[in-house]
């Protein structure tokens, strides 16, 4: 019955389909998973449940605190410390991006030694022994040859105790050079307030209680000094209060984030800012609103400020003026704020007492919903640092003055203008050692790198200046251990004075930069200014003070009054608009230039969350853009996505043209922070930095860099690229999607109903 | 053609029998685990508690495979001479974590939490079998959604049968 032939295929389509079943339930079966257990469990961590640990963010100066979570040891997601009375548990983007920071694929991943020609970026691994030493060679070499003045030390803004500790090795070591240096600083603000307030602090300026709002040129919600804590301050004002709904005006030549959220845009004539608001404060005097004893003096003296004759120059009639003078004084508190924009004009300084002077006569100032006065912190000594610092730095390279340049948290041949050419100054420095994570412009020119540790890897402090009202006091733990060969800042200054011989050990005797901040943290629990934190021993203290990420006294302190003279405001406030390099023949436009909401002075550019997070007002990404209105472009032949020249008298720069009705006809804008050379696959040759064509202008009196200061002419580019958006037209197009009512009218409504 | 039925009748009995092979001896279901365990030497003879070892299931989502220092922490001194225990010791010396493989898995899609099921009182034995009696472990459940919603419907969880009570 059964022949050989079909025992045979019987046989062959059994092992076919017992091989099928077997595959079957294979596929059915989901993948081997291995269960690796810890060898020896770390104490404190339950897998799969979250630890917070709270610090500060330090991707820009505004000293919000943090929370880390972490899971296994591993950060995972940032958020903002809700305790934390500066930013109230938000957080910005560029703080949530601090996690990118942490992980970076492009971090230096541990000491590097040049070994090609400076500059080529060729670099052999060495252990931190040796990296160390070659420093410690170095400065040993220099104490023996009696040129220890020649070490020169250039870091960021640093604030809190790791100040302190650079500070004391700098004297231990008999160098004076300790450099400190920021693209975007307050110096004229902090300028301005101590000859006009007499505080050289940065005040506090109470924007959830005020009912007018001024701002000129401040992007306090992009930028500006403290923006996630003016941004809730904000919201307060407008919604904050039942009944109030307080008003904002925005005075600036290209309408900002801010200027966006403003019930209206002035855009003035660049440069004219500060004379405008004099203007206003003369309307103000001679409407007698101004009840001081010397009101006739003031009088006097800002009679060249009347409305009749400076409204041309400023470019917006005399009525608009008038109009604001008279909000400015009725149903107070009212309150104007000057920065950003208006600071970097090379008339900075004087725009700023003039927005001061404006405060004061509206009787401003020391009041809520006003400027509210933070004494001077007395525990730090604040070290200047506009760009005058660099000059000096570059001088005295090219003298031949250092010997040794030490940098950290800092890319100055990103953020100087390249008429400086500080490049070429630094040439003249035998040993560059930077202390950078990261492969930045500057970090490529070091003879030796000692990568530092990222914020969620060391400790540190922060003193943040404007505060919240009152003293804020924040501190930083390491959230995760290192992920890279990296060491913390402080424990490699330590570690060099321990190198430099028992003499030196001797002044610096902690063993790590966390025991420093602890010994400097007792002193300042034993003088426990009414602190947040009452505990009977300082372990408790401290490990309170770790918990609530901070030190802070909820006690809001309202300044008593301030007498501004008219001889004091007059010497400061400026005499005429803001001078501009280039002819206005051959360079037709202003350029503004503005620090970029998400990457700050450029330090942002090298994180991909940032890099593809659309720009808030064009919503480009990847690549920098030329603003200019339409009606220009339309006489000019331009459209939008034309790859376009901008040129000053400096130098040129390419990027496509964005059409932005919000900027005046005469003024062209492009944001900062992109067009880096290195620093990383996300940054490097991305767009092109503006701030490679502006003059070295400086407000002589602080040495701030004026960064509005050319004219540029555009014309077509050459090159080609693309204009990457997310919108696809900024117009409604008469879709009635933004549907809008001036704010007279939403009163009548209001009434109506 | 009168041969058809024997063709089938042959294909279908062999498909069964690989299927059942791989079930049997090659499933996940009780995989050969790189240190022989016996549950039934430690949970049953011994009456040690499960929350002994896992310490982590009334705290976190994941139960926790002991760490090999806990299982150090007896056999130091316990039963040094077998070879399954030496082996044990030579992980332990050369600073390994034991490579266990995974009986119960679940899908990346599923949210399942330990912790609120410890708490809840549902005895570890009623997803896991009577681990005490098992010299190898192996799953007795399927760990379908089906039979998730089962227990969460007869035993009427509050939001039990919500979707994302699990899938979030």
Redesign the interface.
Known sequence: MLNRRDFLKLIGLGGVSTGAGFVLKEAMEPPVAKLIPYLVPPEDTVPGVANWYAGLCTQCSAGCGVITKTMEGRAKKIEGNPLHPINRGKLCARGQAGLQVLYNPDRVKGPLKRVGKRGEGEFREVSWEEGLSILSGNLKDLTNRNEAGKLYLLTSALRGHLTSLLVSFMDSFGSSNYFQYELFNNSNLIYANSVTIGSGAIPDYDIANTRLLLSFGADFMGTWLSPVRYARSYGDMRQGRPGVRGRFVQIEPRLSMTGASADEWVPVRPGTEGILALSIAYLIVEERHYRGADAKRWMDMLKRYNPDEVAGEIDISVRKIGELAEEFVEGGPSLAIGGDNLASYDNGIGNLVAVNVLNYLAGSIGHKGGVLLNGKDKTFKRKSVPYAQLTKLGDSALEGDIETLILYNTNPLFTAPSGMKLGASLENIPLIVSLSSFMDETTGMADLILPAHTSLEDWGDDFADHGAGYSVATVMQPAVSPVFDTKGVGDVFLALAASLGPGFKKDFPWRSFGDFLKDAWKKIYRRNRGSGIKERSFEDFWSRLLAAGGWWTPSPKISGAVNLSVGKASSHIPSAAAGFDGDSDKFPFFLTVYSHSAFLDGRGANLPWLQEMPDPMTSVVWGTWVEMNPKTARHLSLKEGDMIRVESPYGEIHAPLYLYPGIRPDTVAVPIGQGHTSYGRYAKERGDNPLAILPPRVDTRTGALALNSTRVRVFKSTRSGKLVKMEGSARELGRGIVQTVSNKEFKKMGKEA | MK?VP??II??????????????RY???RR?VQPIAFSHKIHAGDNDIPCLYCHI?AN????A???????CMGCHKVIKTDSPKIQKLTHY?ES????????VH?L?DHVYF?HKRHVKAGVECQSCHGDVEEMDVIARVASLKMGWCLRCHMNEEVKNGKDCWTCHK
């Open positions: 041969k024997i063709y042959v294909a279908v009995i062999t498909f069964a029998i690989g299927y059942n092979v791989n079930a090659f499933s996940n995989p982590y705290k976190s989502r994941v926790g495979v002991p760490s090999v220092q806990r332990w600073g390994e974590p034991i490579p266990w493989i995974k898995n899908p939490t």
